[in-house]
């Protein structure tokens, strides 16, 4: 089982910039694709971005060119550096994590770190 710690989230003014973290633990013998999601009241949750274990990146049109995903394959965290920031991105933000274990595939996620975006 894999367990999955966000961290960075918090209170910032529109234009501003925070960085997100996520760090893997537990029993993984391959970390595959990695990402974000956010969740704001009432939506569903949708990505954000996600890096493959390869480095090729995948980002939602709404957030191109402001945030940057990147990872950290020896320490099994994901990061997620958002610039530039939109009251419109005001949501929980979650981590997720697919990896290999006993030849098996699995997805976990974390608990959820608020970001809020105020004018």
């Known amino acids: 089982q894999v367990q999955l710690m966000e961290s960075g989230g918090g209170l910032v003014q529109a234009g501003g910039s925070l960085r997100l973290s996520c760090k893997a633990s537990g029993s993984i013998f391959s970390m595959n694709t990695m990402g974000w999601y956010r969740q704001a009241p009432g939506n569903e949750r949708d990505l954000v971005a996600e890096i493959t274990n390869g480095g090729s990146t995948t980002y939602a049109d709404s957030v191109k060119g402001r945030f940057t995903i990147s990872r950290d394959n020896g320490e099994n965290t994901v990061y997620l550096q958002m610039n530039s920031l939109k009251r419109e991105d005001t949501a929980v933000y979650y981590c997720?994590?697919?990896?290999?274990?006993?030849?098996?595939?699995?997805?976990?996620w974390g608990q959820g770190t608020q970001v809020t975006v105020s004018s």
């Open positions: 997720k994590a697919d990896y290999s274990y006993n030849g098996y595939r699995y997805d976990s």
